[in-house]
């Protein structure tokens, strides 16, 4: 099964004067297309791209960019601190945040040809039973999905409810609108193989990330605990051919690495 690759245009540094994307969401549309990849990820918490920032008109040019730049789009992502959505203090905001963002995936969708109905995020633990019901009853409303990033993955856990009306990971799943995003960093984090990881989620897996973690922090593939090769092997298997978002949140020169990670990837696909 093929795997389509896609470039995430979160955590882009933008303190980076002459990096590619600096000017704003056109050169880092540009910057995509310029280094072979054919999809894009979109920050819907980036000035220019947030949701409240682009009425109808707005989001047709967003549309016609990736268009101009022949980029297809795979979702949205948006990385609420997990706290936000626990804490009284900022939950209507975080919500908010993420109903606008479900709503730009489902107006964005037609308007490329389809594709890109779906938001990742992370659903903390203990986040309330009728917080997760709302966000699963808005992805219905318009067809979206939501990839909840959290590991260990729903089904990972017990799933019962506490006493404070907070559920844990797989009874927040109560719609099929809600699946689960890998991310090799988080397990391996965890201390777990993101290769079994990846086979025990497949059925359930709705995007993936190209990413890695050492002692050191986030790092290219390859010299964390990750197995590109193996990691490749597993998604060819998911159903559907589940998408695979490059992410250089928190790596040194993004450009180059983001180029790295593309030569990675296709010299992991040549050797499984």
């Known amino acids: 099964m093929h795997t389509p690759l896609a470039v995430s245009l979160a955590g882009l540094r933008r303190d980076v004067p002459d990096a590619p994307w600096s000017t704003g969401p056109r050169a880092a549309l540009a910057w995509v297309a310029s280094i072979g990849v054919r999809q894009v990820q979109l920050d819907a918490a980036a000035p220019g ?3 409240r920032e682009l009425d109808r008109s ?25 706290e936000h959505l626990s804490d009284p203090v900022h939950l209507d ?47 219905d409303r ?17 799933g019962e409810e506490t006493t404070d009306g907070s559920v844990d990971a797989p009874a927040r799943v109560c719609s099929p609108s809600i699946g689960i995003g890998l991310d090799p960093a988080a397990v391996v984090l965890a ?35 990750l197995d590109v090769v193996a990691y490749r092997a597993c998604l060819s298997l998911t159903p559907g051919g589940t998408p ?10 993004q450009d180059a690495a983001a180029r790295r990670m593309v030569r990675a ?4 696909g040549l050797a499984s």
Do not use: N, Y
Request: aromatic content about 2%.
């Open 191 to 225: 201390g777990q193989s993101v290769a079994k990881a990846t086979a025990r989620v497949a059925d359930r897996l709705l995007t993936a990330r190209l990413c890695d973690l050492s002692s050191a922090g986030r790092v290219l593939p390859g010299e964390g605990r």
């Open 49 to 51: 791209m947030r949701p």
């Open 93 to 139: 905001r975080a919500v908010g945040a993420i109903d606008a963002s479900i709503g730009l995936a489902a107006d964005l969708s037609p308007l490329v040809g389809g594709g890109g109905r779906l938001v990742s995020l992370t659903l903390p633990d203990g986040v309330a039973a009728d917080v997760v019901g709302h966000i699963a009853a808005s992805a």
């Open 142 to 158: 318009v067809g979206v999905r939501v990839a909840d990033h959290a590991w260990p993955a729903r089904g990972e856990r017990a």
């Open 265 to 268: 990837w296709d010299a992991a």
């Open 58 to 82: 707005g989001r047709r040019d967003v549309a016609a960019l990736l268009r101009r730049h022949e980029l297809g789009l795979t979702g949205l992502d948006l990385w609420i601190p997990g």
């Open 244 to 253: 695979v978002v490059i992410d250089v949140r928190g790596l040194e020169d």
